[in-house]
């Protein structure tokens, strides 16, 4: 099993930046797959970003790429989203996810998650 913990989040401005984090604990995090997700009040949860067990450049949501980087350090056992020239619509709980399956889009098939850290972008 992982536990997974997220945080970074906050108030920014359109065309900020931010960072957030998932901090993993228990064994094995590198056979993990990652992602994060995100879910916008009175909407379902949504792909944002995933990456795979040893890192590399991930894949993404197409209304993100260019703007949305997310990245891995195995010895930390942390996964990273930076958030560079943000948008209102960027506006969310995000939620890290964790599997032990393929690297997917599909909240269901992810094991693991976190509680969540809200980021608000004002216009």
């Known amino acids: 099993q992982v536990q997974l913990v997220e945080s970074g989040g906050g108030l920014v401005q359109a065309g900020g930046s931010l960072r957030v984090t998932c901090v993993a604990s228990?064994?094995?995090?590198?056979?993990?797959?990652m992602a994060w997700f995100r879910q916008a009040p009175g909407k379902e949860r949504e792909f944002v970003a995933a990456?795979?067990?040893?890192?590399?450049?991930?894949f993404y949501e197409d209304s993100v790429k260019g703007r949305l980087t997310i990245s891995r350090d195995n010895a930390k056992k942390t996964v990273y989203l930076q958030m560079n020239s943000l948008k209102p619509e960027d506006t969310a709980v995000y939620y890290c996810?964790?599997?032990?399956?393929?690297?997917?889009?599909?909240?269901?098939?992810?094991?693991?998650w976190g509680q969540g850290t809200q980021v608000t972008v004002s216009p």
């Open positions: 228990g064994r094995a995090f590198s056979r993990y797959a």
């Open positions: 996810a964790a599997t032990l399956g393929a690297l997917v889009q599909t909240p269901v098939s992810y094991d693991y």
């Open positions: 990456i795979g067990r040893s890192g590399g450049s991930g």
